[in-house]
């Protein structure tokens, strides 16, 4: 078991997130342009990096979305941020 550290809630089981994408993945835009191939490879087809990485993942027990930095080998996890924008 492993614990993964909401920004919201603090540290919590694992079993309570849940994988949402790789951070910086841009999503084709204009979806009456986007042809089928190219909607199949942004659902379909991720990096899938080896070593440091950064995704966006879900806490379902508080509903937020964060981003998680962590390592794929070793399971480290180095941070978790916000992804909510500072107040204006």
Same mark, same amino acid.
């Given at each position: 078991?492993?614990?993964?550290?909401?920004?919201?809630?603090?540290?919590r089981?694992?079993?309570?997130?849940?994988?949402?994408?790789?951070?910086?993945?841009? /999503?084709?835009?204009?979806?009456?342009?986007?042809?089928?191939?190219?909607?199949?490879?942004?659902?379909?087809?991720?990096?899938?990096?080896?070593?440091?990485? /950064?995704?966006?993942?879900?806490?379902?027990?508080?509903?937020?979305?964060?981003?998680?930095? /962590?390592?794929?080998?070793?399971h480290?996890?180095?941070?978790?941020?916000?992804?909510?924008?500072?107040?204006?």
């Amino acid at each position: 078991m492993q614990l993964f550290s909401c920004p919201f809630c603090g540290e919590r089981d694992e079993t309570e997130f849940a994988f949402c994408a790789e951070a910086g993945k841009t /999503r084709p835009e204009r979806a009456a342009e986007v042809s089928a191939d190219a909607w199949a490879r942004y659902l379909h087809f991720d990096q899938n990096p080896k070593g440091a990485t /950064r995704e966006v993942w879900l806490h379902a027990t508080c509903g937020e979305f964060f981003l998680m930095e /962590r390592d794929t080998v070793s399971h480290a996890v180095s941070g978790s941020h916000s992804l909510r924008r500072p107040e204006a």
